[in-house]
């Protein structure tokens, strides 16, 4: 069937011809930091620049060696920098293979129709970039600036949030809110009246019991956190892990808590009840921090351990021996507030629950527990003031999630779908380093977005399932090729980090603030651009906190004193949290007003049907989602997803280890490809489990097409949190099929 925006294979064009282009000093190259040595046939590096990691948003500062040619040999963790303490993790030491993957986007192309069939052409960036201003333009005049909408994340967000602010929109989302992480901000914030942000301020390293619910360290390589895990593991620290699979942090655990899948909060009422009647709480803390107890202790009285083990099949036991534990540490323990929290649809609740024990045993602003961050605060370079846009994301929530602090990306596609209802139309997408196919669940309405807007711009490095719907696809160069901002990443001390490029762009690939400034000026922003490279922002920046950019090239990193002394709260000293109580909330007031369950309520959630089971995904060391799998080093260490298996289940399907077989969802979604079975005690018999990010469908990534299988693809059910907007995508049920249904000639989507 035709289409108006047809997926276009890249791969049908023989991209990969252009020769490497030729580049100028204005890329501003780091200077040499040491002199060539060479062995035999062997050149050492001639120069260390300055860099931090865009592989996973913990970007840890790095130092990128590059020889003579202008070759980047390696990468090794900055020994000053506290977020990775001189070590990467192996996706960080193999960001080189990004850098020198053959599939990487080469040219800006243009959608075009030729003999009634459309497909890319290859274009000059002059004729993209005008292509793209002009369209803008006549968008902006029939209904406005703001119905121009950015999806971002990473460091190429940033750029182009300055251009749409600067063109008149603030239709901005970045997924990984509504994806990811939104639900637990909005759990602490109506707690403590503080957010969690990233990265996360846990006190790993000094704490003396760590609870981590569906939070699996080890696999979800934050490098700091795993680093500090390690740290408390050798210190003796008790570690208790709920999680249905034995995950390598279950595997270091005391205390393995293999619950049943979607009763988390029935375990974490229980052990609030524990808490509090077995009179375990950090009582002068509380007294002195919180308001709310007896209305929380009323509301858990019935949530005995007795009744969560009905529910969720932990003994009774065991639930309360956990509980001691904890309170046997306090303050120095940590219920850890996890990162990809988006699973039932009342998870924002969920992660209150886990702040409100949090709370009771005195853990926030704790030695051991939660502390207080800090940033080093970078001004940004001088503008204009931004002009007021006549309508913002708030107005597409349409007076639906009330405590989301920031944009919805789900809302943003339903805002694109053409309708009379539809007050705030968007018109044109910017998609900049995310690959929404495989980010975002219901893809059935992507598609139908995507089909009524009139512009569709993707800028990323590789030929991801995003790019072939792109009406302009614009090839960015990857980290180690460009200039950035400044990292500013709060944490114990705020410090600053430096990116400057290792070795020139590739082929005609652009890093994202060239791109941002050349299409301001197209618009008519010069003055929201007024420099020429951004070497001379980061500079102006750097004299604004009394440093130089020569000292930042041969530090790569500063560590800045903090402006308050400790980053632990006084346990002597009031404190005002920044709720409206001035206290931490067990009951919230707040939620009660705004029509909400004021305390974290149990609801029962959906079964699978006999035959099938709950789909679990969770990540790998080696791969950050989707991003890292064609990366020909990470590729090598994991080139492929396994689903986990029971052995039971095996058994009574005729499983076996290391045959393949096609999964099918409730809704009778069947994968494209085929994934390989490993029969596992590891995993219980009602839950099947498997890494994201794989099954790719693009034949132009090389090392990834085919690979396993795409666990969003499967995900069709979401269940949406009413307070800020998350999908929860863990009520999604798979069973198995000997069929799939990848068609050789065309790839699904």
Not at 152 to 171: C, D, E, I, R
Not at 318 to 329: F, H, S
């Amino acid at each position: 069937m035709k289409t108006r925006r047809e997926f276009i294979k890249i791969s049908a064009l023989g991209i990969g011809a252009a020769a490497i282009a030729a580049q100028s000093n204005k890329w501003g190259l780091g200077s040499p930091l040491f002199a060539a040595t060479k062995k035999g046939n062997y050149t050492s590096a001639t120069k260390i620049v300055s860099t931090y990691c865009e592989v996973c948003f913990w970007k840890c500062a790095a130092w990128a060696h590059v020889d003579d040619n202008g070759k980047v040999l390696k990468l090794i963790g900055n020994d000053a920098d506290p977020q990775c303490n001189g070590r990467l993790c192996p996706r960080g030491t193999g960001g080189v293979g990004m850098l020198y993957d053959d599939d990487r986007l080469k040219t800006p192309l243009i959608r075009v129709t030729e003999n009634g069939k459309q497909t890319y052409r290859e274009a000059s960036w002059d004729e993209a970039l005008d292509f793209i201003a002009n369209k803008m333009k006549e968008i902006a005049a029939a209904n406005g600036p703001e119905s121009v909408a950015l999806f971002n994340h990473g460091s190429a967000g940033s750029h182009f949030s300055h251009l749409l602010k600067a063109f008149g929109s603030a239709t901005i989302t970045a997924p990984s809110y509504a994806q990811c992480r939104g639900p637990r901000e909005v759990g602490f914030e109506t707690t403590f009246g503080s957010q969690i942000g990233s990265p996360e301020p846990t006190d790993i390293r000094d704490t003396r019991c760590l609870v981590l619910i569906g939070s699996h360290l080890g696999e979800n390589m934050h490098n700091g956190q795993v680093q500090e895990f390690s740290d408390a593991i050798d210190k003796g620290a008790t570690i208790i892990t709920v999680d249905p699979r034995l995950s390598i942090a279950a595997n270091k655990s005391k205390y393995w808590l293999p619950i049943k899948p979607s009763t988390d909060m029935a375990l974490l009422l229980a052990w609030i009840h524990v808490l509090i009647f077995d009179e375990l709480y950090n009582k002068e803390y509380v007294e002195k921090h919180s308001i709310g107890l007896e209305q929380l202790k009323e509301h858990v009285r019935p949530f005995t351990p007795e009744w969560a083990y009905g529910i969720t099949t932990i003994q009774p036991s065991l639930i309360r021996n956990t509980a001691k534990e904890m309170a046997d540490n306090a303050p120095s323990v940590l219920v850890h507030p996890g990162r990809h929290v988006t699973w039932y649809g009342d998870d924002a609740q969920r992660s209150r629950a886990i702040a409100i024990i949090n709370g009771l045993l005195g853990s926030w602003g704790a030695r051991g527990g939660f502390f207080m961050k800090e940033g080093a605060s970078i001004p940004d370079f001088p503008h204009p003031a931004y002009p007021k846009p006549a309508w913002s994301w708030h107005e597409l929530l349409n007076g639906k999630f009330p405590f989301a602090t920031m944009s919805v990306s789900n809302t943003f596609i339903d805002a694109s779908i053409a309708s009379e209802d539809n007050k705030h139309p968007i018109k044109a997408w910017f998609i900049a380093g995310t690959n929404l196919p495989v980010a975002i669940p219901l893809m059935s309405q992507m598609e139908k977005a995507l089909q009524d807007l009139e512009l569709v711009v993707v800028v990323d490095t590789m030929p991801t399932e995003v790019t072939g719907f792109a009406d302009v696809v614009l090839p960015e160069c990857t980290y180690l090729e460009r200039h950035d901002d400044l990292r500013d990443a709060p944490h114990r001390e705020p410090t600053i980090a430096l990116r400057e490029p290792a070795t020139e762009p590739k082929w005609e690939s652009k890093p994202a603030w060239w791109i941002a400034k050349e299409l301001g000026e197209r618009l008519g922003l010069h003055d929201y651009f007024a420099y020429d490279t951004f070497e001379e922002v980061i500079k102006w920046q750097l004299e604004q906190k009394g440093l130089t950019l020569e000292e930042m090239q041969s530090k790569g990193v500063v560590v800045l004193p903090r402006k308050t002394e400790s980053p632990y709260l006084d346990p002597k000293e009031s404190h005002q949290f920044k709720t409206p109580s001035g206290k931490i909330e067990f009951y919230s007031s707040t939620l009660a007003a705004a029509g909400f369950d004021p305390m974290p309520v149990y609801t029962p959630h959906p079964e699978p049907e006999e035959g099938f089971y709950r789909l679990i995904y969770g990540r790998a060391p080696m791969h950050t989602f989707s991003r890292t799998v064609n990366n020909p080093n990470l590729a090598d260490l994991m080139d492929e997803n396994t689903v986990w298996v029971h052995p039971k289940v095996a058994s009574l399907w005729g499983l076996q280890e290391g045959k393949y077989t096609y999964l099918r969802n409730q809704d009778a979604i069947t994968s494209d490809f085929p994934i390989k079975i490993r029969v596992t005690e590891r995993i219980r018999w009602d839950s099947v489990y498997m890494v994201h990010g794989f099954g790719h469908n693009r034949k132009e990534l090389s090392n990834a097409f085919g690979k396993g299988i795409d666990d969003t693809q499967l995900i069709t059910k979401v269940l949406i949190d009413p307070l800020m907007g998350g999908t929860g995508m863990r009520s999604n049920f798979v069973t198995f099929a000997s069929t799939g249904a990848h068609n050789e000639e065309e790839a699904a989507i």
